[in-house]
């Protein structure tokens, strides 16, 4: 396992949403790990391609840039700064204007990294007539040096022996200027990576970005055309200054003897370069791979750089001011007259042979392989992630992209390495609220049933209340019908004792009227011996004549009295059996009110057991009525709970 690589890009975990389109972009997918909250990256997996940076629309990613430590340290420390060519598309017609203000800043001198693409490309060509390699990759891109070793390590081997140009303007400060060996280098680059690439060799101090130099610029105020234009401390490059247009690097080639760039290839961005390289192992054993290959990462390469502020212009308009400049600086080297193109070339050589070294300039590659820890899941190990995904059937692998890695399968391989979850899986995610709808509809439905449970337990009890307070009247007219029927029966009780003693009294007068014709009979006998006495008596008064007239009217007056006697003791017979008749029929009556009073007891008994009964059997039912009220009212308080969740 080789050093580790420096960390390039910062996040922002407050501003990123989880959305995944810096996986989508991401050309490893798998530096990235989402098995958290928010997404952070494995550096030692990330080669610095910045895909991710430029994709994130929420500045959740951005570049981690040394603007602000260089900014703190001009005038503090002893610099010299190394421009690479993208600066002709960064800073448009103020290249040198950019050279005219670092100067004005305390810095001792500014190199032209084209210039270290043409001893670039010296240093290539060297090699490829010394050791006749099948293949050259080209490796001024870091992004591409990383994914070699990381991911492709078994080309390794056909990464150029070579600095990139970069590392050959700073290796031809230290050996040609002696004076500026110990001055700390500003590196103004349109590439994130590249600080990776001078931490590796132990040179380079500060990875200034032209975005965000251009940014600085912006805040401050500070225009380039108010500072001259100075040149470069370098002599001039020629054509190199195409180097960081796609095909650039083939074109310098291209002046030079040999026709290397008649088996070249030409190939630049992340959705292409990768899997390209991925297959160019094969295509050496082969034999139809290219002799030489110039790749970069970006689309726009290192013009539409990933830290440059030009990188959404056009690919004409970028290229435009490179091949302007590319103009001038072959006219520049132009010789007339007969031979010219011989004799610049010849220039030219003499002048790079100038600054070039064998063994200078030589650079060796990290195999990085062992810093790549995802591992392939097994058939068996990858169904098991799918059921926890799940996906279950082949209709279930919609490879949807959603997730960023462009196919279940790579999604199920970041999950088997603990990388993500399958919460983050689109499908899943859907299937999940589904089965939530679901379950709150289904809730809703038990709501709704609950809500009419509840509203029926709200009726009944209301029900439930109003029975109460019937039975409540009931009881109250039962109490009144009680003291009714116990009233009924005292006067009941009262009238059987009024009848007995009626009856009792009935009873003495008709055993005292069936006395009456044995007195009448006595007294009708008295008077019958009466008017015998009278009558002899007034036999005995005629008998006397006058002595006997006294005595005679005497006589008659008892006979009249008896006869009056006698009458009077017929009516009073007469009477007294109309009275022992109506006493008969008195007691006969007295007879049957008793009945009718004793029966009527008896109701009144019977009345008052029914009554109290029924007092009791309301009773029952009020204290039942109460407690099924109170288990309602559990039944409402239970329901609510339920309710509220």
């Not at 970006?298 to 302007?324: F, I, M, Q, Y």
Request: charged share 25%; hydrophobic share 40%.
């Amino acid at each position: 396992m080789g050093s580790s690589l420096a960390e390039v890009i910062s996040i922002d975990q407050e501003k990123c949403v989880n959305c995944y389109v810096c996986i989508a972009a991401c050309p490893v997918k798998f530096c990235n790990d989402a098995s958290g909250d928010g997404l952070v990256v494995n550096h030692a997996m990330c080669i610095g391609c910045g895909e991710c940076v430029r994709v994130c629309t929420h500045e959740a990613r951005t570049v981690l840039d040394d603007t602000p430590a260089f900014l703190r340290d001009l005038g503090r420390e002893k610099m010299v700064a190394v421009v690479a060519p993208a600066v002709a598309c960064a800073f448009p017609g103020r290249t040198l204007n950019l050279n005219g203000w670092l100067r004005a800043r305390g810095v001792s001198a500014v190199f032209d990294v084209s210039f270290g693409a043409e001893l670039t490309v010296k240093s290539y060509l060297e090699h490829m007539k010394a050791d006749s390699p099948s293949c050259v990759i080209a490796q001024p891109c870091p992004a591409i040096v990383n994914f070699v070793e990381l991911y492709a390590p078994e080309l390794i081997p056909h990464l150029a022996p070579a600095d990139s140009p970069m590392l050959h303007a700073m290796k031809m400060i230290k050996r040609f200027h002696p004076d500026l060996a110990h001055h700390k280098i500003v590196v103004v680059s349109p590439c994130l990576a590249k600080k990776r690439e001078y931490v590796e060799v132990g040179m380079g101090d500060y990875n200034v970005t032209m975005k965000e130099l251009s940014d600085y610029f912006q805040r401050e105020g500070i225009r380039l055309g108010d500072f001259p234009a100075v040149e470069f401390t370098n002599p001039p490059a020629e054509r190199a200054v195409l180097f960081s247009s796609p095909g650039g690097l083939l074109r310098t080639v291209a002046r030079w003897k040999g026709g290397a760039d008649t088996r070249a290839r030409k190939i630049e961005g992340p959705s292409v370069v990768y899997p390209y390289l991925k297959t160019l192992k094969q295509s050496v054993k082969e034999g139809v791979a290219p002799q030489l290959v110039d790749c970069l990462n970006c689309d726009h390469g290192c013009n539409g750089g990933t830290a440059t502020p030009a990188r959404d212009l056009s690919p004409d308009r970028l290229e435009h001011e490179v091949e302007k400049r590319s103009r001038a600086m072959q006219e520049g080297y132009r010789k007339s007259g007969p031979g010219a193109e011989a004799r610049t070339r010849k220039s030219l050589e003499k002048l790079l042979d100038a600054y070039w070294e064998p063994g200078l300039y030589t650079r060796s590659y990290t195999d990085r392989s062992a810093d790549n820890i995802i591992r392939t899941p097994s058939e068996a190990e990858l169904k098991a992630v799918y059921g926890s995904m799940g996906k279950h059937t082949a209709a279930d692998l919609y490879n949807c992209s959603a997730c960023g890695y462009n196919s279940c399968e790579g999604m199920a391989v970041a999950i088997f390495n603990g990388i993500n979850k399958p919460e983050h899986c689109a499908h899943f995610i859907m299937d999940e609220n589904q089965k939530l709808i679901d379950r709150i509809n289904a809730r809703a439905m038990q709501d709704e049933e609950i809500a009419s449970i509840d509203r029926s337990t709200r009726d009944l009890s209301t029900n439930m209340q109003s029975i109460s307070g019937n039975i409540d009247e009931l009881n109250t007219s039962i109490a009144e019908i009680s003291r009714d029927v116990q009233q009924s029966k005292s006067v009941a009780e009262e009238a059987s004792r009024n009848v007995d003693d009626s009856g009792e009294a009935f009873s003495g007068l008709q055993a005292a009227s069936q006395e009456i014709p044995d007195v009448l009979q006595f007294i009708n006998d008295t008077v019958d011996n009466l008017s015998l006495l009278a009558l002899n008596a007034k036999i005995e008064a005629a008998r006397a004549g006058d002595a006997g007239k006294g005595f005679d009217v005497v006589a008659t007056e008892v006979k009249g009295l008896a006869d009056s006697t006698a009458g009077a003791v017929v009516r009073i017979r007469e009477i007294t059996e109309k009275i022992v008749s109506a006493s008969k029929n008195v007691n006969q009556a007295m007879d049957a009110l008793r009945g009718y009073v004793t029966t009527l007891e008896e109701y009144q008994v019977s009345i008052a057991a029914a009554v109290e009964q029924q007092s009791t059997n309301t009773h029952n039912a009020s204290g039942l009525l109460q407690d099924l009220s109170g288990a309602v009212a559990d039944i409402h308080a239970n329901l609510s709970r339920v309710a509220e969740g």
